[in-house]
Nanobody, 124 residues
């Protein structure tokens, strides 16, 4: 099984940038679709972005044009580059992987392997 491990969260001012990392332990991310989700207090998991095992990318409308998901296969890591962040981006960000060879899903329920989450706080 693959185990995602997130890092890179923190406090950032509105309009600034932050890069989150998701490293795979156990197995590589090869052939696993990987998604980023976020959860604000009192809300359910919200889809942010995902990347397929053929490097296709998908984004929520709320982050399109501001966030970029990418992979570094040599480092077995998936990144979420967050630019022009807004206070409404404040949440715990989770990296998650689906089972190998499946397509991307926008539903958190379809992902089997989750990291522990990393807090992102955007100040106004």
């Amino acid at each position: 099984q693959v185990q995602p491990v997130e890092s890179g969260g923190g406090l950032v001012q509105a309009g600034g940038s932050l890069r989150l990392s998701c490293a795979a332990s156990g197995r590589t991310f090869s052939n696993y679709p990987v998604g980023w989700f976020r959860q604000a207090p009192g809300k359910e998991h919200e889809f942010v972005a995902a990347i397929t095992w053929t490097a296709g990318t998908h984004y929520a409308d709320s982050v399109k044009g501001r966030f970029t998901i990418s992979t570094d296969n040599a480092k077995n890591t998936v990144y979420l580059q967050m630019n022009v962040v807004k206070p409404e981006d404040t949440a715990v960000y989770y990296c998650a992987a689906r089972s190998a060879y499946l397509g991307v899903s926008y539903s958190a329920k379809e992902y089997s392997y989750w990291g522990q989450g990393t807090q992102v706080t955007v100040s106004s």
